[in-house]
């Protein structure tokens, strides 16, 4: 019996000292690192790019943007940043004015919209005000390189192609030969300055066979392009202002638009070739260094290579290290390494194009699509997940945006006749409405600002967050209310509308399941803003919440429909397509009692069966699997976020693919960040570990730093 009790207390101090053990932490370097992106052939969809959210630089498989030609239709090689703007001078001032149509409500008031138009003064306007302004694209910087027959080096001519990506240190390498001859480009972006930086060997050089050209276009009013136009250079200027042996200012001028160009280029040679292109024309030697800044202002600082360099190592590894990770090396299900590249790749993309001082457009920096213009209902997918992986700083850089733009959403309600900030759709750093027959009446991007709010909150609690967005979170709640309808005791959205399924007609919808529920959310956290710091709860809010219109049933009472007005959205295949949007009522936003549980599971079941997924987008596959999450559905979780569909492509470089107009797409990285936060570090009132993931034994995800969802 004293042998017997030994060991069980043997046995039993075993088991307190493993549970009590530290637990081995990711090892960040070699979880990152494994994902480098490496290229052995060009692929004109595989363009690398380095920035720091303000600025980013995308480059071919040269290192730099030597055929830019050649990747257009793939991904563009772009040179964008956050102030890059122009604006085409027009013979007219054109105001909202010129593109407005009255539509009726529900309760027969009628409003303006400032909406797409063909004819006359208000098609012109139409065209003027959805162009511009438009991101600029800041110049092309690429090799110049001579075969020994004197013949210019093609891409055809680029052989033995080794590049890759270190994602640790945010640095392109990128070697090749060149009729034997090796060259090897190391390109960097400075982590705090619109700045690259570049190192090139090669024996070429030493037989003045390898030089680099800037060229600088005009602005390209295009919907979506690479954003240059080489058509019209004699109405821009590129002015060399200053020059001494190593370094050379420029003066770009484009219309209003004016910025600066500095190059630090050792003691090379930089002359002009002709309007608009210059080049750089190294000493015979085996290598040489050159940095670039872009800048709105003169510059005034001088870096150099090695101090881009050190700059850009120190911060990336601080990126990987002080943010959240999830390792999935431990899982055996053999979907789990192409997920983990995702997540990776994902985060590196996402802070190099999607944390900058404005919200990004849904091509980040790289290119541009709707004129460079963001979308703020896109803001969410690009940036919430920095909170949940413990980046707060980064969703932060955007938000004094709001706060500039309050005037104009204030303006934009007054003129409709409502109260508060109506966020716009398509916007531009002045916060300027875009015409749209889609956007202008899109409201699922108003609770967005009051969403970002709280989560910054929660990363940090205290009474300088409240005081520090309590305007805006005021302002849109403040909105939301004035726009709601009471009809027969209860409160509507009401027409004009287009969800965020946005195949339903403006004129005909009332009530979409996923606005209503994010009404909900948006003024139930105002409400209690309003608490935290001291004041009375606003009785109209309260009103609302308490007697807002519930969600619409299909006729058999089992399945929530997407709005009040489409009876036939499940017996209809017209309206099983684009985005799955009533899901986001329960997967998007936390669960209250206004929800079914049963009702929502029928739904989501129903969609998964017969939905025409190939008409979706890249953020809806992570909404359909923060939904599933919630539902207790973790391997379809996992289907969802790895659906074999176009839109839900990855591409070798971590974007998001979505067809020939749209190769790249943030939201939908930006999402799957999110997504994956959600499965593994759970939401408000869940107790589980990685509850989005199965227990079949296959998926030992472990993870640090990341937040709960709300």
Known sequence: MRVAIIVLCWLVNIVCLAQNAPVKSIDRFSLVSRHNVVLNKVDTLGALSVGNGEFAFTADVTGLQTFYKEYENGIALGTQSQWGWHSIPQEKKYILNNVAKLYESCDGTKAPYAVQ???GIAGEATEALRANPHRLHLGLIGLVMTKENGEAVQ????????QQLNLWTGTIESKFEVEGSAVKVTTIAHQAQDRIAVHIESPL??????KVNFKFPYGKDCHVCPGYDWEKNDRHQSVIISQQKDLTVLARTLDTTKYYVQVVHETSAFTEEKPHSFLLSPEKNKSFDFTVLFTKDKPVKVLDFKTVKVNSIYTWEKFWTEGAAVDFSACTDPRARELERRVILSQYLTKIQCAGSLPPQETGLTMNSWYGKFHLEMHWWHAAHFTLWNRSALLERSMPWYTDAIPQAKATAQWQGYTGARWQKMTDPQGNESPSSVGAFIIWQQPHPIYFAELLYRSAPGKDKLEKYKDIVFQTAEFMASFVKLRNGKYHLCHPLIP?????????????AYELQ?????????QQWRKRLGLEEDKKWNAILKDLAPLATDATGKLYLPNSTTP?????????RDHPAVVGAFGFLPFNDRI??????NTFDEIIEHWQWETTWGWDYPLMAMTAARLNKPEQAIEMLLLNTQKNTYLVNGHNYQDARLRLYLPGNGGLLSAIAMMTAGWDGSTETNPGFPKDGKWNVRWEGLKKMP
């Open 117 to 119: 138009q063909r004819e």
């Open 155 to 162: 891409l055809r001519d680029i052989k033995n192609i080794q």
């Open 205 to 210: 050089i030493a037989k003045g066979k390898l």
């Open 500 to 512: 965020a399924q946005e195949i339903f007609k403006a004129t005909e919808t009332d009530d979409p």
């Open 518 to 526: 994010y009404w909900y959310y948006g003024l139930s956290v105002a």
């Open 568 to 576: 036939t959205a499940y017996t209809d295949d017209f309206f099983r």
């Open 596 to 601: 079914d549980i049963a009702l929502m599971k």
